[in-house]
DNA sequence: CGCGAAAATATTACTTTGAATATATTCCAA
DNA sequence: TTGGAATATATTCAAAGTAATATTTTCGCG
């Protein structure tokens, strides 16, 4: 990336901080479109869980935690919910009793198209501040980062092979 | 960065959705800072209004609530607990007797200061994974982002001037 | 001026979260 | 093979968050 370095020589420690820089990043980032996402009637976490489904995963309720960054209990809440609703649904697993598959019910899959459509004229719209090159640093460098700190490992692990019919 | 790009090709659309990738990276990254601090007594949210006024900073309530990316109400009740705990002190502005400035004691003062030397050490740790120039290359795009959202500019503004006293 | 709209913080009432725990199942070592 | 440790999910309940609203003060305009 090549834009000029700046000195944030401010005057808060966290100015500089790479905690407070990811986690401003991701708010300020995510402010509008969650914002659109209530305005239809969604929470930020029913969402999560959606998009981590779309367009076909199967993922157990740990792994979907994980992506979802919702913690169990929170997780197995929202999914009450969204089974009942009639977004997904749970498949227990053949091979391991205690696990729970989850999946899109083909209605759960049309309300994400679309809002996966509103995720990406969101995403457009933020990047279009950049350049291609830039844009492209900028989600290389997440992705580096997730890489480093031994994220998607655990996650793609979880993911169901063949298991749930 | 010169990190070479991958391609999760996986499955889920998650995998390369910049607000996915943002809030992921933020949450992996500071687990086990996080985990630390809950350890030594602290919220993430306790941390993080601390954070914000080390190592002088005098703030409006207001302001403070965006660098700590909490809503206006679960601040004011923080500040509460931590006024009473001895560790800031709320000062009336007379420019404007709607606003309230926060600032640390000595007390608090000193409390951040052990805990800004933790997160430094985490930071350390975490940044080891890269390069130097990698390293400086994360927090540019942190920066930009911040910077095309428009995020420090309406802050900076709050920042107290000569007011209070 | 004076009054209605806007702004900053506090308060309230309700909802959501999550740490701790329970339950069920699997794994593993003796 | 069996009993204890580990794992996956569900449940519970106290704590934390927040939308809506109240309160106080300032601003802008006729």
């Not at 999560?48 to 157990?60: D, G, K, N």
């Not at 997780?75 to 598959?101: I, P, Q, W």
Request: hydrophobic share 40%; charged share 30%; glycine share 4%.
């Amino acid at each position: 990336m090549t834009v000029e370095p700046k000195k944030y020589a401010e005057g808060s420690f966290t100015d500089d901080y790479l905690l407070f820089l990811l986690a401003q990043a991701s708010a300020v980032a995510s402010e509008a479109f969650h914002a659109e996402l209530r305005n239809s009637g969604l929470r930020v976490s029913t969402w999560r869980i959606l998009a981590s489904l779309y367009p076909e995963e199967v993922l157990t309720v740990g792994a979907l935690a994980q992506t979802c960054l919702l913690k169990q209990p929170t997780l197995t809440r929202a999914l009450d919910r969204m089974e009942r609703d009639g977004l997904l649904k749970r498949v227990h697993s053949t091979k391991d009793r205690r696990s729970v598959f989850v999946k899109l019910t083909p209605q759960g899959h049309e309300l994400t198209q679309e809002k996966v459509h509103m995720a990406k004229s969101h995403e457009r719209r933020i990047l279009s501040g950049f350049t291609k090159p830039q844009a492209a640093e900028i989600k290389n460098v997440l992705h580096s980062l997730l890489d480093r700190l031994g994220h998607r490992k655990k996650l793609t692990e979880k993911r169901a092979e063949t298991d749930p019919l």
